[in-house]
């Protein structure tokens, strides 16, 4: 079965549905034959019709869409992205007051960004066998800054009022999305000597920070219960306080488990200082996800006790019982595999889908979604809340390159203001670790107050 058919299934088009009922009215419904696709309103002779097109082809072909100036007044970019199409003209257009035609295959382009299409046929990943930007059809048409779905649906909400100011249109501020991987939450309590002793030299020699060379072997040898605050991956409390004074909520994502690697976390959930970071994090009213560990993504079990693990820990220890969240170490992800997965072990939200190698918008869009499976034709309980930014995409040498003065500011506020401007949720991934050095700290309050 190809997209154009994939794309037009019962269960395809209930899924595209609950998405305009979302993104534009609850008025809304979708239907489907083989050469027209109507978006109907509920209570209202208005409707959209999409011209369905064959030769979709999202890999090889993608222009700029205008239309008559008045689509575009409160428009930011004052043309629509066409990927998938090499048409030139005439394809937005009135037909009546009640009638409008998109001569281009929307239901395709959503079809396909949203379901991760290019991804599920991929077979080139990266050494952690991860899909890297550099392989999407984002990156061949320099599209990762744009919320290419986002800006369809803000357009279909500018007909829809101009049309008929009967529909009711669906309500959704922007809003910051500020999580945490906690891949080492202390330099000095965990791990072996050799690291107890690279991670002071780090100190000495790139911080110029002496005073760790007395309380890095103090915080191992005493197995404190709390992290020292001379220990410069403890930049908890110094986050919250932060969210706190923009009024954000944080997520914090913690491993259950270990599954043997170096690459893993070096901590136990049952650790005493881990135990009151959690009891700070949840009395200030923040949030605890699963960071599942590095061979999870394609191991439903393994996956399965980690997430069972951290519910029940949070439920005895702390009368918890609000997990919901997950977001895989290392962005590791295979699709739809892990997604499935997620959702058959009842975790209700992921935050992994964005780009390692390219901050940006690796699913087309900055909005939740509930996800489907493209393979087995099947709507799934699970919401994908897409990563935007993870800071080291932008300011290591291995990805973007941009350190941390004003260029790499910049690259933040442009996809914040993307975000922004379709009424979305920037997903900033921050790891702790990254907010030893004051010039962190001034980017990332920056980011956060920009
Ligand atoms: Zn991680």
């Known amino acids: 079965m190809n997209l154009h058919d994939r794309s037009a299934t019962p269960n395809a088009l209930a899924w595209v549905t609950e998405i305009f009922r979302q993104r534009v009215s609850t008025q809304a419904s979708v239907s489907c034959d083989t050469g027209l696709c109507l978006i109907s309103f509920e209570k209202s002779d ?9 030769t979709f082809d999202p890999y090889n072909k993608n222009h700029l869409i205008k239309g008559q100036d008045e689509f575009f007044e409160n428009y930011r970019h004052r043309s ?3 990927l998938g199409s090499s048409a030139k003209k005439g394809l937005i257009r009135w037909k009546s007051r009640n ?73 959704k501020s922007f809003c910051m999305d500020l ?23 780090a100190d000495v020699f790139r911080r110029k920070s002496f005073s760790n060379i007395f309380y890095g072997p103090l915080q191992r040898l005493t197995g404190a219960r709390h992290f020292f605050a001379h220990d410069p991956f403890n930049t908890f409390s110094w986050i919250m306080d932060r969210s706190e004074g923009a009024g ?39 949030r605890i996800g699963l960071h599942p560990s590095f061979m999870t993504y394609r191991d439903i079990d393994e996956i399965r006790r980690q997430w069972n693990g951290l519910k029940e820990y949070l439920n005895v220890e702390f009368g918890h019982d ?14 739809p595999e892990t997604l499935r997965n997620l959702s ?37 309980d699970i919401t994908i809340s897409p990563l935007i ?3 080291c995409s932008v300011t290591a040498p291995r990805y973007m390159g941009l350190a941390c003065g004003s260029d790499a500011l910049n690259e933040f506020l442009k996809l914040k203001r993307e975000c922004e401007a379709v009424d979305g949720d920037f997903t900033l991934l921050w790891h702790n670790t990254e907010l030893a050095d004051k010039d962190m700290r001034v980017l990332y309050e920056g980011v956060i107050n920009g």
């Open 248 to 286: 954000h909520v944080s997520t914090f994502y913690l491993f259950s488990l270990r599954t043997g690697l170096n690459i893993d976390a070096d901590y136990r959930l049952s650790d005493p200082a881990i135990r009151n970071l959690i009891a700070e994090i949840l009395g200030r009213g923040h």
């Open 99 to 171: 009638h409008l035609i998109i001569e281009y295959d929307l239901i395709q382009l959503i079809f396909f960004m949203l379901n991760r299409i290019e991804e599920v046929y991929c077979s080139d990943f990266d050494d952690d066998d991860r899909f890297l930007y550099s392989n999407s059809v984002l990156s061949k048409f320099e599209l990762i800054e744009r919320p290419i779905v986002d800006e369809w649906m803000q357009f279909i909400r500018s007909a829809v009022k101009r049309a008929d100011k009967s529909i009711t249109l669906t309500q």
């Open 80 to 82: 629509l992205p066409g």
């Open 322 to 335: 609000d997990l919901d969240s997950v977001r895989m170490h290392c962005l590791r992800w295979r699709h």
């Open 389 to 391: 930014a993870m800071e």
């Open 179 to 201: 999580s945490h991987d906690v891949d080492h939450p202390s330099r000095f309590a965990f791990g072996g000597a050799k690291n107890l002793a690279s991670g002071i030299a």
């Open 46 to 54: 208005f409707e959209i019709r999409i011209v369905r097109d064959r």
């Open 344 to 380: 058959a072990i009842g975790v209700r939200r992921d935050q992994t889908l964005g780009f390692a190698d390219r901050p940006g918008f690796r699913c087309g869009t900055c909005h939740q979604y509930r996800a489907f499976d493209p393979i087995r034709d099947e709507v799934l």
